[in-house]
């Protein structure tokens, strides 16, 4: 099967010339061709360039999809989000409106464990009916990738019960996803006052049956004071090493508590949030190239401090966005806003964003081998968008520009 686009006012290849990250000022080239045009072959790309360059015969057995007068990008990546979940958590939403701290919301049984509370009651099957709703949408605002984490269920069973949706979900759905196990995500309240019980749980129990069962790509952990300590982190991190799961943390979120220097010295793929690094984690990050996950709608929604992104790009760190879609901190999964946070908060340019949202963000999934970008023989996950550039993305927020999703070379329909 050969489909063609034609006549792209802008092809935004995010060409990375066989690299698989872009950093510093390889961010601002995002490889734009004017008048472009793109032909795929089943699922990969076959050719890009310019509309005058394309043969007309190869057009000859092909489905033709015209673009004239819009955009085409390689479809959204989102690397960090808890999508599978149950119930909702507006009252806390409303206490944090009217001055309660995070810190204080967790003390009066909300947060976390709110959610795991809802998600213990919750069946598998109505898990899944949930998440495929979510993700019907995640596509439709032209994210072809995503990664789920486990980490709201805190006991054997239901960490597997999760996981289980995940894998499932991505046996059957057209949205790639990447599965993570985050059993690491708070103190269950079974295991109150005994946190070392817990992670002897996560090491003996869980993650060796992940492994196993492969349910999971990598391990993660909410390395934060109050939570998961550096060295509880370091000894799930590596077990999970052990089973094959790669290294991920949730670091410096809520304090500066040495998470970037301990994903720098466990080799982690990503270490995600980064409100508070400290110029050490900085530059750390940059010398071992552990990719920076940063969530700015996680510092929207709760009111929080931005992670330093023009800093960390200025000094070579390799930085992504993600959504951090969840029910507690960020009911948002359009990789569009973060976008347009990271432009307005964290002194981002439009290209930088775009990178951070396509190939580095398919890079901290181990993914920008074959994602991230259109180039000859990756994956043909392409969205078009009816805008007249690509700086329009993070310009007009609030809306869904997407005009067209092809994933897998396959043109969706909604």
């Given at each position: ?7 792209i ?8 010339h066989?690299?698989?990250v872009?950093t510093?000022?390889?961010?601002q ?11 795929i072959?089943?699922?990969?790309i ?5 509309m005058?360059e394309?043969?007309?015969?190869s057009l000859?057995d092909?489905d ?10 390689p479809g959204?990546?989102?690397p ?6 149950s119930?909702?958590?507006?009252n ?15 003390s009066?049984?909300g ?28 596509l439709q ?10 980490g709201?269920?805190?006991?054997v ?7 289980e949706?995940?894998t499932?979900?991505?046996d ?7 599965s993570?196990?985050?059993?690491a ?12 019980e ?9 993650i060796p049956y992940?492994?196993k069962?492969?349910l ?12 998961f ?14 089973v ?7 670091a ?7 998470g970037a220097?301990?994903a ?9 949030h ?13 010398t ?8 700015p ?30 029910p ?32 580095n ?8 081998h074959?994602?991230?970008?259109i ?10 968008l ?12 609030g809306?869904?520009h ?10 969706l329909e909604?």
């Amino acid at each position: 099967m050969i489909l063609a686009l034609i006549n792209i006012k802008q092809l935004v290849t995010v060409s990375a010339h066989g690299d698989r990250v872009k950093t510093g000022k390889t961010m601002q080239d995002l490889g734009v061709i004017e008048n472009g045009a793109v032909l795929i072959e089943n699922d990969s790309i076959r050719w890009c360039g310019r509309m005058e360059e394309l043969s007309m015969s190869s057009l000859k057995d092909a489905d033709v999809l015209d673009c004239i007068n819009r955009i085409v990008l390689p479809g959204f990546v989102d690397p960090h989000t808890h999508l599978v979940f149950s119930g909702s958590r507006e009252n806390e939403f409303a206490m944090r409106s009217t001055g309660s701290s995070y810190q204080e919301i967790a003390s009066k049984g909300g947060g976390i464990l709110n959610t795991v509370n809802s998600v213990r009651q919750t069946t598998k099957k109505d898990l899944k009916k949930l998440a495929r709703k979510y993700l019907n949408k995640v596509l439709q605002h032209g994210t072809t990738t995503i990664e789920i984490k486990s980490g709201y269920g805190l006991d054997v069973d239901n960490e597997i019960k999760i996981l289980e949706v995940i894998t499932e979900l991505n046996d059957e759905e057209m949205i790639t996803i990447i599965s993570t196990f985050l059993g690491a995500h708070a103190i269950p309240p079974e295991f109150t006052g005994n946190k070392q019980e817990y992670i002897r749980l996560i090491v003996e129990k869980m993650i060796p049956y992940v492994g196993k069962k492969k349910l999971a790509s990598f391990c993660d952990a909410f390395c934060e004071k109050g939570y998961f300590e550096p060295n509880d982190c370091r000894t799930i991190i590596s077990e999970g090493m052990k089973v094959g799961l790669l290294p991920k943390l949730h670091a410096d979120e809520l304090t500066a508590g040495g998470g970037a220097e301990l994903a720098a010295e466990l080799g982690a793929v990503s270490v995600d949030h980064l409100e508070h690094i400290s110029d050490i984690g900085i530059r750390a990050l940059a010398t071992t190239g552990v990719i920076a996950v940063l969530l700015p709608g996680v510092s929207l929604f709760l009111n929080h401090k931005y992670a330093p992104a023009r800093k960390m790009i200025d000094q070579g760190v390799v930085v992504a966005l993600a959504t951090d879609f969840n029910p507690g901190s960020c009911m948002s999964y359009s990789m569009p806003m973060m976008m347009t946070l990271a432009c307005t908060q964290m002194q981002m340019s439009p290209e930088e964003a775009i990178v951070s949202s396509t190939l580095n963000a398919a890079a901290a999934l181990n993914l920008s081998h074959s994602l991230g970008s259109i180039e000859i023989g990756k994956k043909a996950d392409i969205i078009v968008l009816d805008i007249p550039n690509y700086k329009f993305i993070p310009y007009h927020f609030g809306e869904n520009h997407v005009w067209r999703v092809i994933k897998n070379g396959v043109i969706l329909e909604f």
